[in-house]
T-cell receptor, first 115, second 116 residues
Framework: AQTVTQSQPEMSVQEAETVTLSCTYDTSESDYYLFWYKQPPSRQMILVIRQEAYKQQNATENRFSVNFQKAAKSFSLKISDSQLGDAAMYFCAYLLQGGSEKLVFGKGMKLTVNP | SQTIHQWPATLVQPVGSPLSLECTVEGTSNPNLYWYRQAAGRGLQLLFYSVGIGQISSEVPQNLSASRPQDRQFILSSKKLLLSDSGFYLC???????????????FGEGSRLTVL
């Protein structure tokens, strides 16, 4: 079974600095998607960024980028120029392409942004 | 645009009482629907998902059940709540995945259930 591991339960970063959130996953499949979701204190979960496993290029969305290492099964999220609004729970998730419609989530990581 | 509504937002129920949480999606047809439970330090646990009316897949044997009486309606129920059912429940939807689409989930605002 696929698993997603976020080993750091909490992190903090100073405003305007860069922080990297780590995620590893375990799968025997070769085609899949990886996601980072953000859950602010208001509780509505939203998608931050996605990565297709077949793509070698790392995904970027404005200040958010990923470092996808397929062989190492690692999928870290880098937040540049951190803002107070980035404070949230961040969840890494995995979805098998062509398989069942089930997203597997990690346990999440709480990011605090200090002014 | 698509929206998802989930209610009630907060619920306090005694042990042994029934439960009904409702979720509806607007602005799309034939979505995949999901119920997740979020517990502190345990991430999101998939409880049920549905790819069509009357089609429910259960992920975790437990005291809960789900139903999809209409295309865009998903209901989470229990006949008798346990203390361990307390938690934060999230409904979500996604489009049917076709080649090239990624299965992004769109979440509701959640329902906080406290069982006393």
């Amino acid at each position: 079974a696929q698993t997603v591991t976020q080993s750091q339960p909490e992190m903090s970063v100073q405003e305007a600095e860069t922080v990297t959130l780590s995620c590893t996953y375990d799968t025997s499949e070769s085609d899949y998607y990886l996601f980072w979701y953000k859950q602010p204190p208001s509780r509505q979960m939203i998608l931050v960024i996605r990565q297709e496993a077949y793509k070698q290029q790392n995904a970027t969305e404005n200040r958010f980028s990923v470092n996808f290492q397929k062989a190492a099964k690692s999928f870290s999220l880098k937040i540049s120029d951190s803002q107070l609004g980035d404070a949230a729970m961040y969840f890494c998730a995995y979805l098998l392409q062509g398989g069942s419609e089930k997203l597997v989530f990690g346990k999440g990581m709480k990011l605090t942004v200090n002014p | 645009s698509q929206t998802i509504h989930q209610w009630p937002a907060t619920l306090v129920q005694p042990v042994g009482s029934p439960l009904s949480l409702e979720c509806t999606v607007e602005g799309t047809s034939n979505p995949n629907l999901y119920w997740y439970r979020q517990a502190a330090g345990r991430g999101l646990q998939l409880l049920f998902y549905s790819v069509g009316i009357g089609q429910i897949s259960s992920e975790v044997p437990q005291n809960l059940s789900a139903s999809r009486p209409q295309d865009r309606q998903f209901i989470l129920s229990s006949k008798k709540l346990l203390l361990s059912d307390s938690g934060f429940y999230l409904c979500a939807w996604s489009v049917i995945r076709l080649a090239g689409t990624s299965g992004e989930l769109f979440f509701g605002e959640g329902s906080r259930l406290t069982v006393l």
